[in-house]
């Protein structure tokens, strides 16, 4: 079992560039959550996606959006991008039905630096 | 709001020291409260957990007691090793889907 993929491992932009961020969730798992992490802080909750819809956001502007596959991997877009975009962008899987029971899986992250 | 406090670092010691570090948190109602460790250039593991008030979690010597009475989740070790050098987030998960993390506790363990 894979567990919970992320590519690119690292990526670099420039401001105002866009970019595309992408999560293959573990094995059996239907929903995907987006974390921001900003060196030196806590993972922050962007958004979670379940039946390819957006079922909960975070306090992030709608330059963050994403996407869900009918395969249950996920796309994190990111638009105009701006130097406090910079930090490691992290997956986390679930099954849906096992949301009481089970723990949210993290992927290994992409390290976004931007210049 | 919801949120949670972790006590700042960085934390060092000796090997085979005792550790603790202090995490309350602010929640709607009564989340299960996680530790997660963070390796250099990794992603997040879950170190443990507890679902309910009272629940102590463990794991690879670690240990956690959900306190109700004083929102607290503070996590101790007895013996600190050299490769439990890393940092710690204490987090709260909300209605099931959404972790609140703390700001996270760098510990550095000395040999």
């Known amino acids: 079992d894979a567990g919970v993929t992320q590519s690119p491992t690292h990526l670099i932009k420039t401001r105002g560039q866009q970019v595309t961020l992408r999560c293959s969730p573990k094995s059996g798992h239907d929903t995907v959550s987006w974390y921001q992490q900003a060196l030196g802080q806590g993972p922050q909750f962007i958004f979670q996606?379940?039946?390819?819809?957006?079922?909960q956001r975070g306090n992030f502007p709608d330059r963050f959006s994403g996407h869900q596959f009918p395969n249950y991997s996920s796309e994190l877009n990111v638009n105009a991008l701006l130097l406090g975009d910079s930090a490691l962008y992290l997956c986390?899987?679930?099954?849906?039905?096992?949301?009481?029971?089970?723990?949210?899986?993290f992927g290994p992250g992409t390290r976004l630096t931007v210049l | 709001g919801d949120s949670v406090t972790q006590m700042e670092g960085p934390v060092t010691l000796s090997e085979e020291a005792f550790l603790t570090i202090n995490c309350t948190y602010t929640?709607?109602?009564?989340?299960?409260l996680f530790w997660y460790v963070q390796y250099p250039g990794e992603g997040l593991q879950l170190l443990l957990k507890a679902t309910k008030a009272d629940d102590k979690g463990s794991n690879k010597g670690f240990e956690a007691t959900y306190r109700k009475e004083t929102t607290s989740f503070h996590l101790e070790k007895g013996s600190v090793q050299v490769s439990d050098s890393a940092v710690y987030f204490c987090a709260h998960l909300y209605n099931f889907n959404k972790f609140y993390f703390g700001s996270g506790t760098k510990l550095n363990v000395k040999p």
């Open positions: 986390a899987s679930i099954r849906q039905g096992a949301l009481r029971t089970d723990t949210q899986y």
């Open positions: 996606y379940y039946e390819e819809e957006e079922r």
């Open positions: 929640a709607t109602g009564y989340p299960s």
